[in-house]
T-cell receptor
Framework: GAVVSQHPSWVICKSGTSVKIECRSL??????MFWYRQFPKQSLMLMAT?????????EQGVEKDKFLINHASLTLSTLTVTSAHPEDSSFYIC????????????FGSGTQLSVL | SQKIEQNSEALNIQEGKTATLTCNYT??????LQWYRQDPGRGPVFLLL?????KEKRKERLKVTFDTTLKQSLFHITASQPADSATYLC??????????FGTGTRLKVLA
């Protein structure tokens, strides 16, 4: 199956700092990547759709200036949480399709962010 | 709005029995439904996809059904094992090309 690598797996940071999370498709090219956020015992909430070479599309209620997404190449998308606050603490997961609209998402292993 | 619902938050089952999980969708007619497995602290892993014109799909001990009349998909694990314990998520893609997920069912297989 397709491999999506995400790192770091976990990060602890101080309030007010920025954190960058990387998501790479290792053995396929991903025109589109999806970023999700997940709170304990809850489902995945789509934050934004990242498109290679263009601006990301954010879901309603997600602050684009706070959650900066860059999809600079067909194998790399990054999510930067700027000026992080304790309420940003969550599990962030990226995913990608090997085939656009193909119906299978391949997920990274997730990043647990804790903001002190 | 388009919704995916998994009504059972948790399900405990004895080893060797068949686990059956339910996924319902509303305000939508999806072209397909997907099932994923998620272990604690990990990203989901794709298991099966079933299209609207398919009644049933199988993969080893897994079976998925799709009933467009009931607007429902059932996910079965036969001969369940403790290693099958995980959260199982139902998902689909919307008309605006977004993948949406149900809240998941936490399955625990008791030895």
């Amino acid at each position: 199956g397709a491999v999506v690598s995400q790192h770091p797996s976990w990060v602890i940071c101080k309030s007010g700092t920025s954190v960058k999370i990387e998501c790479r498709s290792l053995d396929f090219q991903a025109t589109t990547m999806f970023w999700y956020r997940q709170f304990p015992k809850q489902s995945l909430m789509l934050m934004a759709t990242s498109n290679e070479g263009s601006k990301a599309t954010y879901e309603q209620g997600v602050e684009k200036d706070k959650f900066l997404i860059n999809h600079a190449s067909l194998t790399l998308s990054t999510l930067t949480v700027t000026s992080a606050h304790p309420e940003d603490s969550s599990f962030y997961i990226c995913s990608a399709e090997r085939e656009a609209g193909g119906g299978k998402l391949f997920f990274g292993s997730g990043t647990q962010l804790s903001v002190l | 709005s388009q919704k995916i619902e998994q009504n059972s938050e948790a399900l405990n089952i004895q080893e060797g029995k068949t686990a059956t999980l339910t996924c319902n969708y509303t305000n939508y007619s999806p072209a397909y439904l997907q099932w994923y497995r998620q272990d604690p602290g990990r990203g989901p892993v794709f298991l099966l996809l079933i299209r609207e014109n398919e009644k049933e799909k199988r993969k080893e001990r897994l079976k998925v059904t799709f009933d467009t009349t009931l607007k429902q998909s059932l996910f079965h694990i036969t001969a369940s094992q403790p290693a099958d314990s995980a959260t199982y998520l139902c998902a689909t893609i919307t008309g605006t090309y977004k993948y949406i997920f149900g809240t998941g069912t936490r399955l625990k297989v008791l030895a």
